[in-house]
């Protein structure tokens, strides 16, 4: 096992703290990090990919599970893969797809680990029939606050508490995965252009869910009458009879990376860090949707370059400027769209340069004392993070979101108050009262942890 000292940050980069990073080989090391634990404990770390600061621990350790990424063998018959959470959802579609099987939810990125999913619950492009991750968990391996190792099922209260509990029930070892059966290794996708936001979720609730999986691109600088327009995108899993004559040879898996210069955003030259303002992003809005097809259906794309589009591209953050980026994420329930509108207006009015933000709709809450996704619309964008005024900004936001009887996501935060978490979270007061049960001396702690409370 190596061990080092390091400052460590979310994806967003923002407030970097120093831990100790233990980096285990296997179960026993794992368990022996924990019972050796300092007093400022010890947290769960896979790849990073949490924009705020959900897997770091200032003055403590941080346990870092990449290293443990076995996949053992899919059961055909049952439909299911057991492997350790070390393991990347693009590592596990890559294994899995040319079986016909798919991890179970697909978040936006494949740069996620199991064990993050579960910690974070996810949720998918298809929440309104799949719900989120651990819906599909039929057991997991815990690293406990005593350092053993358990097996925990669906339905009990240690599940519920671990599913969407960002790591502080204990540290996810390994799980056991329900897959979904698909035919071919493409989707085919609709596209069309939505001229404002009332026209956005008008198209967005037309559709039904024939096409199970389906976002929105949404472009928070423009205003007056185009206030929330945006592009949808819609798919399904291609059948054989779909498939053209050519798809043998269709490459299933998009190179990694993209070509040195790439732009982000199609149609721009590549932009130099930190230059993104007001003026920069609404160009980079414009010309994406302007680029974006009226309407279009039946294209064929693999299905990594559907769920995972932008991976494929270079890295943007340095595009927010060296105080690093902060991604904002809230639900709102169906019936509270005014809720919405106000806050899209809000970002408009306010000439914030956002260029990255998905709208989906979100279908029956999961079962997690702490998971995110609840019947309505989510909103996800990211800002940079030294943009005079954000906080007192988010924090209006925050109190908007929580009148209406929404949340905002913890797994992406990074600067939340405790009182508003609270808030938006009726079950908080019960995962305390289980983390205090079974983890009286506070093994299990991170930065977001101590920050809210939690």
Excluded: K
Aim: proline share 7%; net charge positive; glycine share 14%.
């Amino acid at each position: 096992m190596s061990v080092d000292t390091v400052s460590l940050t979310g994806w967003g980069r923002t407030a970097p703290t120093t831990a100790v990073r233990f980096r285990p080989r296997g179960y026993e090391e794992a368990a022996a990090v924990v019972r050796g634990r300092g007093p400022r404990g010890v947290i769960a770390r896979g790849l990073g990919r949490s924009p705020g600061d959900a897997a770091q621990n200032a003055g403590g350790s941080v346990l870092d599970l990449s290293g443990l990424a076995r996949i053992g063998g899919v059961d055909a018959a049952a439909g299911v893969v057991r492997c350790d959470a070390g393991v990347s959802l693009e590592r596990l579609l890559r294994v899995l797809l040319p079986l016909g099987w798919l991890p179970p939810v697909l978040p936006g990125t494949g740069g996620v680990t199991v064990g993050g999913a579960i910690g974070s619950d996810l949720p998918g492009l298809d929440h309104r029939r799949a719900g989120s991750f651990a819906r599909h968990v039929s057991a997991l391996e815990l690293l406990t606050a005593d350092g053993e190792v358990r097996t925990v099922l669906p339905g009990t209260a240690l599940f519920d508490a671990t599913a969407g509990g960002l790591g502080l029930t204990g540290v996810v070892l390994g799980a056991t995965l329900r897959l979904r059966r698909v035919s071919t290794g493409l989707m085919a996708v609709s596209t069309e252009r939505a001229g404002d936001l009332d026209d956005l979720l008008a198209r967005f609730t037309a559709g039904g869910d024939r096409l199970p999986y389906a976002s929105a691109w949404v472009d928070l600088t423009a205003r007056g009458r185009a206030t929330g327009r945006g592009i949808l995108t819609r798919g399904e899993h291609a059948t054989p009879d779909m498939r053209p004559a050519h798809a043998g040879r269709t490459r299933l898996f998009p190179r990694s990376g993209a070509a040195p210069g790439r732009s982000p955003f199609p149609g721009l030259p590549p932009l130099p860090g930190g230059l993104l303002g007001p003026a920069a992003a609404a160009l980079c809005n414009e010309v994406r949707y302007r680029g974006s097809p009226r309407a279009r259906t039946g294209e064929l794309r693999p299905v990594p370059a559907f769920f995972h589009a932008s991976d494929s591209l270079p890295d943007v953050r340095p595009l927010y400027g060296r105080g690093g980026l902060v991604r904002y994420r809230f639900t709102v329930g169906y019936g509270q769209e005014e809720t919405l509108h106000r806050v899209v207006r809000r970002i408009a009015a306010r000439r914030s340069p956002a260029v990255r933000a998905v709208l989906q709709r979100f279908g029956a809450a999961d079962p997690g004392l702490l998971s995110f996704a609840a019947p309505g619309w989510s909103l996800e964008l990211d800002l940079p993070a030294a943009l005079p005024g954000l906080g007192r900004f988010l924090d209006g936001v925050d109190e908007e979101v929580a009148a209406a009887g929404g949340r905002v996501c913890l797994a992406q935060d990074s600067r939340m108050r405790p009182e508003t978490a609270a808030a938006m979270y009726p079950r908080l007061a019960e995962f305390r009262e289980l983390r205090a049960r079974l983890d009286p001396a506070g093994a299990f702690r991170s930065d977001l942890s101590r920050r809210l409370g939690l």
